[in-house]
C-alpha cells in the first residue's frame, strides 16, 4: 500500500525531508502534504516539490497514514492536543525532535498509537541524510521496516536503543552545523591569503566531504588516515600540533556534552 505522509511543521528540517522523499521518488508527491501557520514556507513546497499544502493540523492528521511532527519541541503539546481526536491506531506519529521521548508522545495523545522517535538532520535534503531511529512496541515488522525504507530514501539510518538519543543531537543532528563553521573558517582562513572566496568555499567544502567519504568507503581508522596526510616534517603536522595545542578534540568532545545536556534538560522540562 502506498502511505500518505503528513509534515505538522514546515520549517527548515521538515523541508530537508520532504526534498530528499520527493528526490527520492520512494513516496508520489501527490501523497505527501505538509501544513505551517504561516504561508510563506507552504508556497516553497508547493512550488519547489508540488506536494499538498494546508494551515490546518487537522487535515494532515486525517489525510496521512505517518504523521511527521516537525515542529519545535515546545510546540508538541499544543500540536497532539489539536489533532489527537484525528489519530487512529493504525496511523505512525514520527518524532523527529530532541528531547522528546516516546512515552511523553504517547501521554499526550493519551492511547497507544505506534511512535517512532527519530534524529534526522538537514542534509537529508542532498540524499546524505543520518538519521537514528527508536520503535515502540506497537510496530508491526513490516511497518518498521517501511520507517527504515523511508528514511533510508534520504541517507542512512541507524536503529538505535531510545536510552540513548539524547546522545545522538551531539553527533548527527547538530553537527552539521559544527562542521559549516569549521568550512567557514577553513574558507576564511585561504581568504586571508588571498584565494577568491568563492573557490575557497569549494576547496574547503571538497576536503571536508571527501575525508567523509574517504572514512565510510576504506572502513580505515580516522587516525590511520590522518597519518597518510601527514608528510614527516611536512605541512600537515604543523597544523595538526597547532589543532592539539588548542584544545581542537576535547573542544569538540566539550561541545558535544553541552549538546547532550540541552537535549536531556529539553527532555525533563517539556
Ligand atoms: N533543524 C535541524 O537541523 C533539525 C531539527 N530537528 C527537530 O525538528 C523540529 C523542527 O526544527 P526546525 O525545522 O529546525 O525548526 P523551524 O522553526 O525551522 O520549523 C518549525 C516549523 O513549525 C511551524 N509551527 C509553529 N507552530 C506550529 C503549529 N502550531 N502547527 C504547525 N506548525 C507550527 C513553524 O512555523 P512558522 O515559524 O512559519 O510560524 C515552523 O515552520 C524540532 O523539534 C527540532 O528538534 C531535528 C533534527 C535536526
Ligand atoms: O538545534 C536543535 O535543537 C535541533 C536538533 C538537532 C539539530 N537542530
Known amino acids: ?48 516539490y508540488s506536494i499538498l499544502t494546508t494551515n490546518s493540523n487537522v487535515d494532515v492528521a486525517k489525510f496521512s497514514d505517518v504523521i511527521f511532527l516537525s515542529v519545535k519541541p515546545n ?6 492536543d489539536e489533532i489527537k481526536d484525528f489519530v487512529n491506531e493504525d496511523d505512525i506519529i514520527v518524532t523527529i525532535a530532541a528531547g522528546i521521548d516516546i512515552n511523553f508522545i504517547q501521554n499526550s495523545f493519551g492511547k497507544d498509537l505506534k511512535v517512532v522517535r527519530t534524529m534526522p538532520n538537514t542534509p537529508s535534503l542532498v540524499g546524505e541524510g543520518m538519521s537514528a531511529i527508536s520503535f515502540n512496541d506497537l510496530l508491526l515488522n513490516h511497518e518498521k521496516e517501511y520507517i527504515l525504507r ?68 576504506t572502513n580505515e581508522h580516522p587516525g590511520s588516515l590522518k597519518d597518510k596526510v601527514c608528510s614527516p616534517g611536512g605541512t600537515t603536522i604543523e597544523a595538526i600540533y597547532e ?20 537535549a536531556i534538560s529539553m527532555s525533563k522540562n517539556k
Open 150 to 217: 523511508l528514511f533510508e530514501s534520504f541517507g542512512k539510518a541507524e536503529v538505535i536503543d531510545e536510552s540513548l538519543m539524547d546522545v545522538i543531537p551531539s553527533i548527527s543532528g547538530s553537527s552539521p552545523a559544527y562542521v559549516y563553521l569549521m568550512i567557514e573558517a577553513l574558507a576564511d582562513g585561504g581568504v586571508l591569503r588571498g584565494i577568491p572566496r568563492d573557490k575557497a568555499y569549494k576547496l574547503a567544502a571538497q576536503a571536508v566531504l571527501g575525508a567523509a567519504k574517504m572514512v565510510i568507503q
Open 1 to 48: 500500500m502506498n502511505k500518505k505522509i503528513g509534515f505538522i511543521g514546515c520549517g527548515n528540517m521538515a523541508q530537508a525531508i520532504i526534498g530528499g522523499i520527493v528526490n527520492s521518488k520512494i513516496v508520489s508527491n501527490k501523497d505527501i502534504i505538509a501544513s505551517n501557520p504561516t504561508n510563506s514556507k507552504l508556497e516553497v513546497v508547493k512550488e519547489k
Open 243 to 262: 589543532l592539539e595545542r588548542n584544545g581542537f578534540r576535547s573542544s569538540i568532545i566539550s561541545a558535544m556534552e553541552a549538546c547532550t545536556k540541552k
Open 75 to 80: 510546540k508538541y503539546k499544543c500540536v497532539i
